[in-house]
C-alpha cells in the first residue's frame, strides 16, 4: 500500500520547517506532577520500559547523545550521530536506503534495517530509509543486558531515540538554514506553541536537496513530525506524534575492490545507472500515548502505534556470482544485474505498563510489569535481470553482460527486468508480558531481576510457490535478567548484569520448517563516575557475549539455509564527557571489541567457509572518538566557540569468508560558531578535515561503501 496524497504532505513537510519560529528543544522531564505527601509523581519523567528509575542508577553501560551536541556538530542523520558512540559500528546500509550497525559486534538480519526505538516503539522495522535527526531530542543507548524488558532484539544493546514534543510549559521556535559541499541545501524549524496550561502543539520539520561526492547522484528528503499535547489535569497527559517522510535516494552500491585491491577507481564513480532513477521512499507514522497517574507513586503508561513505509526503486547492482562477473576475468567490466523492488510494510503496536514503587520491610521495590502486541505485515515484490552465466576469458561483453568499464564508464544501459524473483506477503505476530524489579536493598546497594515472556508467530504466503498454503512458524521464549548496583561513594559505583534473549529468524528450511530462533546470553561488568557538580561522567564496561542458531547455508540443499552458526563477542569500552573550567568541553569514548565465529559454517549469502576464529564482518577492533570544544565569552559582542574532534576506527572483514579487510582510518573535524545573541548562532564545520579516502563498511568486495571527502558546511540558526 503505497501513500498516497503525497503533494498534500510534502507541502505540510516544507511548511513546518519554513514556518518555524526560533526556540530550544526541551526534554520532557519537567510535566506537572502531583504531590503526595513525601512522594511526588512527576508523569514527564517516566520512560517507556524504565519506570521511575533513573538512567545513573541502572545497572548497565548507557550513553547519552543530546540535541545540542548533535547541532553543535551539525549532525543530520541517525547514522552520523550513532558514529559518535562506543562500541557501535556501521554495516551494509542497503545501497545507502536504511541505517545499518552492529552493537557490541552483533548486528542481527542484515536483509533487514537495524532496530531501534523510537518513545519506545520499534522504529527500525520496515523500510522507512535512512532517519533524519530533526526532530531528535536525545539518543539513548543502553547497552548489554535488557532483553528482559525489550525482548526480540540484539544482545548489545538497545537504541532508544526520544523525539522533540509539543510541551504547555512555554512557546518557543527555532529555525535553520545550511549550505554545504557538492550544492547540500537544508533547511529545518521547529516551533512549539503553548495554546494554553494543558494544549499545546509542536511543528518540527525539514528539507533537504543536495548533490554528492558520488557523480550523478542527487538527493531530496521532506520530514514532519508534528506533535500534540492535552494535559487535562496534572494527573494525565496524551500525546500525539505523526511522522512523515518523503526521500528520493538513488541507489548505490558503492565501489569495487579490483582483485581485493581498493582504489583503483576513484571514490567518486558511480557503477549504478543514472537512468534507474531514485528510489523513492514513504512513511506516514502515528504514535499516540496516554500517561496516567494511578495515585501515589504509581503511573500507567498506554501506547499505540502504526506506521506505513513503502520503498521502490530500480537499481544496478554488480553481480555477485562468480560465473557470471566479467571483471574477474577482464579487469575492466563490471557485470551488473538491474532489479525493480516494490516493498511495502505496514506495523501496528499496542503496549501498556504501570510503574511505581513500594516498601516491604526496609526495601524498595522499582516496579515495572506491562505487556506488548506487534502486527507487522510485509509486502515483497522484486523483478531482475540477470547477467548469463559461464563467463570465461576471451569471451565478447555484450549487451547481456550489462557491463560497464569501472576506468571509463558510459552510463545507458537499461534492461528490463522480467523475471519475478520475490513476490510475497509475510505477516509476523507477536505479543510479550514483562517484569522487572529493581530493589533497593540499602541507599547504595541495588538488585535488579526480571523476566520476558515473548510469543512470535509467522505466516508467509509465496506467490512464486504455492499461495494456497501459508508457510507458518511460531516460537515462544521466555528471557531473564539480573543486574546489580554498588554506589561506592556518592560519585562512583560498580555495577554488573546478566541476561539471555532471542530474536526469531526470518524465513523457512529446505522442509518449510522455521528456523530456531538466534539464542544469547550476555554477562556485563563495570563502573560509573559523576562528579558532585555533575560536569563530569564517566563510564568503563567490561562485556562478553555468545550467540547461538546463526543463519548460515545449508551445506546439502543448495539454496537453502540452517540455524546452524555461533559466535561470541567481548570487549571494553570507555566514555567521557566532561565540561571543565575555562568554559572546555571534553566528549571522549573507546571501544575495544573482539568479535569473531565460533564454529564451522558456510556463509549464508554466498556459502564461502567460515572457520572458528574468524572476525565478524564490519567490525573493528578499535574504535575511539575525542571532541573538544573551548567556548570564549566576548562580552556585550556575544560568545565565540572552536572546536576539533578525531575520529578513528581499525580495520575490519569486508566479506564474510574472504581475506579482504577495509583499512584504518582517521578523520578530523574542525568547527567554529559565533553567538552574537541568545537568539543567534552562526557555525562552520569542515569534516575529513585531511581529505582521508576511507570506507566505513561493505557487504562483498564488489559492494563497498566509499567515505565522504572534505565537506565543508555553514549554517544559521535563529532562536526565540
Known amino acids: 500500500m503505497h501513500i498516497r496524497n503525497k503533494a498534500f504532505y510534502a507541502v505540510l513537510a516544507a511548511g513546518s520547517a519554513l514556518a518555524g519560529l526560533p526556540g530550544v528543544s526541551l526534554a520532557q522531564d519537567n510535566n506537572p506532577g502531583e504531590n503526595y505527601g513525601d512522594t511526588i509523581t512527576v508523569l514527564g519523567e517516566r520512560q517507556q520500559y524504565r519506570g521511575d528509575v533513573p538512567l545513573e542508577e541502572l545497572p548497565q553501560s548507557v550513553q547519552v547523545l543530546d540535541s545540542e551536541l548533535l547541532t553543535e556538530l551539525n549532525i543530520t542523520r541517525l547514522d552520523s550521530a550513532l558514529d559518535l558512540a562506543s562500541g557501535v559500528a556501521r554495516q551494509n546500509n542497503f545501497g545507502g536506503l536504511w541505517d545499518a550497525f552492529a552493537i557490541r559486534g552483533f548486528a542481527g538480519d542484515e536483509n533487514f534495517p537495524s532496530g531501534f526505538l523510537v518513545n519506545g516503539f520499534n522504529g527500525g522495522r520496515g523500510y522507512g530509509g535512512p532517519r533524519d535527526a530533526s526532530n531528535i531530542d536525545r539518543i539513548e543507548i543502553l547497552k548489554g543486558p535488557n532483553g528482559a524488558v525489550f525482548g526480540r532484539g540484539e544482545p548489545g544493546g538497545t537504541i532508544n531515540i526520544i523525539t522533540k514534543k509539543a510541551t504547555t510549559d512555554k ?191 526496609p526495601f524498595q521495590h522499582h516496579i515495572l510489569f506491562g505487556g506488548d502486541w506487534d502486527k507487522f505485515e510485509i509486502e515483497l515484490s522484486q523483478l531482475r535481470y540477470r547477467p548469463p552465466g559461464g563467463y570465461t576469458v576471451g569471451m565478447p561483453i555484450t549487451a547481456a553482460n550489462n557491463a560497464i568499464n569501472i576506468f571509463n564508464p558510459v552510463y545507458g544501459q537499461t534492461p528490463t527486468p522480467t523475471a519475478q524473483i520475490q513476490l510475497s506477503d509475510e505477516t509476523q505476530k507477536s505479543f510479550g508480558f514483562y517484569i522487572q524489579d529493581q530493589i533497593d536493598i540499602t541507599d547504595q546497594f541495588k538488585l535488579r531481576i526480571g523476566g520476558r515472556y515473548d510469543n512470535f508467530k509467522q505466516s508467509i504466503i509465496n506467490f512464486l510457490g504455492d499461495p494456497t498454503t501459508p508457510l507458518k512458524a511460531k516460537e515462544s521464549r521466555f528471557s531473564p535478567t539480573a543486574g546489580v548496583l554498588y554506589q561506592i561513594t556518592d560519585s562512583f559505583s560498580l555495577y554488573g548484569a546478566y541476561g539471555t534473549g532471542f530474536r526469531p529468524n526470518s524465513g523457512l528450511d529446505a522442509f518449510g520448517q522455521a528456523f530456531a530462533p538466534e539464542t544469547s546470553k550476555s554477562y556485563e561488568i563495570g563502573a560509573r563516575f559523576v562528579s558532585p557538580d555533575d560536569m563530569i561522567t564517566a563510564t568503563l564496561a567490561a562485556y562478553y557475549m555468545k550467540k547461538n542458531n546463526i543463519l548460515t547455508s545449508d551445506p546439502i540443499n543448495a539454496g537453502f539455509s540452517i540455524a546452524a552458526g555461533k559466535a561470541r563477542s567481548r570487549g571494553i569500552e570507555a566514555d567521557i564527557n566532561a565540561r571543565l573550567p575555562g568554559d572546555i568541553a571534553i566528549f571522549a569514548t573507546y571501544a575495544y571489541t573482539d568479535a569473531e565465529w565460533t564454529s564451522s559454517a558456510l556463509d549464508v549469502s554466498f556459502g564461502l567457509d567460515i572457520q572458528p576464529g574468524d572476525p565478524l564482518i564490519n567490525i573493528p577492533k578499535h574504535a575511539a572518538n575525542l571532541l573538544a570544544t573551548k567556548e570564549f565569552d566576548l562580552g556585550g559582542a556575544g560568545r565565540f566557540t572552536i572546536g576539533a574532534g578525531v575520529n578513528h576506527v581499525s580495520k575490519r572483514l569486508g566479506e564474510t569468508g574472504v581475506v579482504f579487510y577495509l583499512p584504518s582510518y582517521t578523520l578530523v573535524r574542525a568547527l567554529a560558531s559565533y553567538e552574537p545573541t541568545e537568539a543567534v548562532r552562526i557555525s562552520v564545520d569542515v569534516t575529513n578535515l585531511f581529505d582521508e579516502t576511507y570506507y566505513p563498511a561493505s557487504y562483498h568486495r564488489y559492494w563497498v561503501a566509499p567515505g565522504a571527502p572534505r565537506a565543508f558546511t555553514a549554517r544559521v540558526d535563529f532562536y526565540f
Open 171 to 361: 512557546s518557543f521556535g527555532h529555525f535553520a538554514l545550511s549550505a554545504g559541499s557538492w550544492e547540500t541545501y537544508r533547511v529545518e524549524g521547529d516551533y512549539n506553541l503553548a495554546i494554553s496550561d494543558t494544549v499545546a502543539i509542536r511543528l518540527n520539520g525539514a528539507a533537504q536537496k543536495g548533490e554528492s561526492f558520488r557523480d550523478t547522484i542527487e538527493s531530496q528528503k521532506y520530514v514532519a513530525t508534528p506533535s500534540i499535547m492535552f494535559a487535562p489535569s496534572s494527573d494525565t497527559i496524551i500525546t500525539y506524534e505523526m511522522e512523515f517522510v518523503d526521500q528520493e535516494v538513488p541507489f548505490d552500491r558503492g565501489v569495487v575492490a579490483v582483485d581485493g585491491v581498493l582504489g583503483l577507481i576513484p571514490n567518486s564513480r558511480f557503477l549504478g545507472e543514472p537512468g534507474d532513477g531514485p528510489t523513492e521512499v514513504d512513511v506516514l507514522g502515528h504514535q499516540v500515548q496516554l500517561k496516567q497517574s494511578l495515585g501515589g507513586p504509581w503511573a500507567l503508561l498506554v501506547g499505540f502505534g502504526y506506521r506505513d513505509t513503502s520503498f521502490e526503486g530500480y537499481s544496478s547492482d554488480a553481480e555477485l556470482a562468480g560465473s557470471r562477473q566479467t571483471l574477474d576475468e577482464t579487469g575492466v567490466f563490471l557485470a551488473r544485474q538491474r532489479r525493480l523492488r516494490d516493498y511495502d510494510t505496514t506495523n501496528t503496536v499496542v503496549r501498556a505498563e504501570v510503574s511505581g514503587n513500594f516498601y516491604t520491610g
